[in-house]
């Protein structure tokens, strides 16, 4: 048994009478819901919501940009489309609109970083789901639909899409709630959800097993790094190595992985990991720089998530090349896509005069 896997075990041992008081306390929850004690309700705009049962690193950001896209092109133009968070990590409450010099404290770095991708976009941030899309359908009377990253577990909404993320390198049947495990929510309710799509999907043979998982309809994807966008303006082209010695600074769910993934392209001299959603301190730029002028580094490279959060110490950084390695979706027989979509907008929920949905 490997030092990693004993961990884990030891971890679930141990911290197993928490888990299942979170289990009791969510198999209540359901069955408020299930039962109508508690009640779901539509938005007043068509909703597809994306979500994942794992806590963090299955990729709902790039999905939820991938996803906007797609409904853009297909509904006739940006302006239809909008997103809807929770804001995550956030210092304010209520509804907000995300707008193009919003700082990430106000809002959360993942809609920060999701309309600085899509600019076009409205994009707003809104603990009560059905508050946040009530006021974007009376705000935003052209919004079609609206795309919402982290609602799966939000009750309170009836999706009109739902979508799960499933990492397949983690897959649900050797995973355990939380706090012993990484789950936030029962297996069983994977079932519940209209699409899945298992995300780093890197082989056909992986795709074939997995085909074979779900009466759902199955989707696949591939998480890949997309050409680097250097906020400094200084591109890789401009080093002298063809493997410039960087410092790695992430702050995402598995900063592990994306370190890993620079190795091929970047010599890491040093990494430099965070919990997820970081706020980075005058302290840790201060240490970068340290390390960056003292190993003689080249630049740092860094998520586009973890930029965002970044940005406010630009002038503190001022003479080090910031390299942003974006996270793109590669999707596996994307026709199957296309036709999910295609058949959701066609059906009779956008047939349904709005002002009446319940």
């Keep these: 048994m490997t030092t990693k896997i004993l961990t884990k075990t030891l971890k679930r041992l141990v911290l197993s009478p928490l888990t299942a ?11 408020l819901y299930d039962s109508g004690i508690l009640k779901s309700q539509s938005g007043a705009i068509p909703t597809l919501v994306i979500g ?22 297909k509904i006739g133009g940006a302006q239809h489309v909008a997103l809807l968070s929770r ?3 956030r210092q304010t409450r209520g509804f907000r609109w995300v707008l193009d010099d919003s700082d990430w404290r106000d809002v959360g770095d993942e809609p920060s970083l999701l309309k600085s991708l899509h600019p076009l976009n409205s994009v707003a941030v809104c603990e009560d789901r059905i508050l946040g899309i009530a006021r974007i359908a009376k705000e935003k009377p ?71 998982s779900s009466s759902s ?4 994807s591939t998480h890949m ?13 401009s080093f002298k190595s063809d493997k410039p010695r960087v410092l790695a600074v992430s ?20 990494r430099q990991s965070y919990p997820d959603h970081y706020q980075f301190k005058s302290k840790d730029v201060s240490d970068w720089v340290t390390c960056i002028r003292s190993e003689k580094l080249d630049a740092i490279v860094t998520t586009a998530k973890d930029a965002e959060r970044i ?48």
């Design 217 to 220: 309809q199955l989707l696949f």
């Design 87 to 89: 804001g995550y990590g």
């Design 142 to 212: 052209e919004v079609k639909v609206v795309v919402l990253d982290d609602g799966l577990q939000h009750r309170a909404l009836k999706p009109d899409l739902s979508v799960l993320l499933i990492d397949s390198e983690r897959p649900l049947n050797m995973s355990s709630l939380l706090p012993g495990g990484d789950l936030r929510d029962l297996k069983s309710r994977a079932s519940k959800f209209d699409v899945w799509i298992y995300t780093r999907c890197h082989s056909e043979d992986l795709i074939q097993k997995l085909s074979k």
């Design 225 to 237: 790094s997309s050409a680097s966008k250097d906020l400094s303006t200084v591109k890789k082209a």
């Design 311 to 358: 940005k406010p110490y630009t002038t503190a950084l001022k003479g080090i090349p910031l390299i942003v390695i974006p996270i793109v979706v590669k999707w596996h027989q994307k026709e199957a896509l296309e036709k999910c979509v295609d058949e959701w907008l066609q059906s009779t929920i956008f047939a349904k005069d709005i002002a009446k949905r319940k």
């Design 251 to 270: 702050g995402i769910a598995s900063p592990e992985r994306f370190i890993d993934g620079l190795l091929d392209s970047w010599t890491v001299v040093r």
């Design 21 to 31: 008081i979170y289990a009791v306390a969510i198999v209540i929850r359901h069955f």
């Design 52 to 73: 994942n049962i794992h806590v963090g690193g299955t990729g709902k950001t790039p999905h939820a940009s991938a996803f906007l896209s797609l409904l853009s092109e």
